[in-house]
């Protein structure tokens, strides 16, 4: 059973471009995390998604950023006119149930570098 | 505010030497779980933990939360090489929130 993959690992893009950042979760799970990490800090919730559904997108930047998660295929967090300060890891978890109290298995995160 | 509290920030020990990071909260946790993270790598989960009171071990590595459910503790004993890294608490904060809080981390390095 593969875990949760994310790619692309690494990814650098100038300012001004578009980055998009793909999430596949573990087999069976219908609930996706996004979590950004910045240097030297912990991780931070952004957006919850299940199948087509936004849940919780309260720790989503208002703007540039958008996240979706299809019926069909990866969940995917898109970042429109990239600037330095979105240099970060950006990691997925997944998740079987709905709500708390089941860990989250998460994925080796894309480490996005804005040059 | 940071929700969740974790210390201390870094730890250095020597290989052989026990040790305790912290995780605090000032609400109630309804659930609470320890990870590991290599650096440039992602998240292992290590151990969940919902229940005041609860400890869960694992090889050599003890969590425990607290009576109040508002502080967790992760021990180590006898640190190895292999125990360097950075450790996470993560939370939720909320019964039916989903989505976790974490601290910021506590950065382990055992010298041999």
């Known amino acids: 059973n593969a875990g949760v993959m994310q790619n692309p690992r690494h990814l650098v893009r100038r300012r001004g471009q578009e980055a998009r950042l793909r999430c596949s979760p573990m087999k069976g799970h219908s609930h996706v995390y996004w979590y950004r990490q910045l240097p030297e800090e912990g991780l931070k919730f952004m957006v919850y998604?299940?199948?087509?559904?936004?849940?919780?997108e309260s720790g989503m930047p208002k703007e540039r950023f958008s996240a979706e998660f299809p019926k069909e295929g990866p969940s995917i967090l898109r970042i429109q006119q990239v600037v330095r300060g979105d240099s970060a890891a950006y990691f997925c978890a997944s998740s079987p149930w709905q709500g708390g109290g089941f860990e989250q298995y998460f994925g080796p995160g894309t480490r996005l570098t804005v040059t | 505010s940071q929700e969740l509290e974790q210390s201390p920030q870094s730890l250095i020990v020597q290989e052989g030497k026990n040790l305790t990071i912290n995780c605090t909260s000032s609400?109630?946790?309804?659930?609470l779980y320890w990870y590991k993270q290599k650096y440039g790598e992602g998240l292992i989960f290590l151990m969940m933990l919902q229940k005041g009171g609860e400890e869960k071990s694992h090889e050599k590595i003890t969590a425990k939360l607290d009576e109040k459910k508002q502080q967790s503790s992760l021990h180590i004993t006898a640190s190895q090489p292999s125990h360097a890294g950075i450790y996470l608490c993560g939370a939720d904060m909320d019964t039916n929130a989903g989505k976790s809080t974490f601290g910021d981390g506590t950065t382990l390095t055992v010298k041999p």
């Open positions: 998604l299940q199948k087509e559904n936004i849940i919780d």
């Open positions: 609400k109630t946790l309804y659930g």
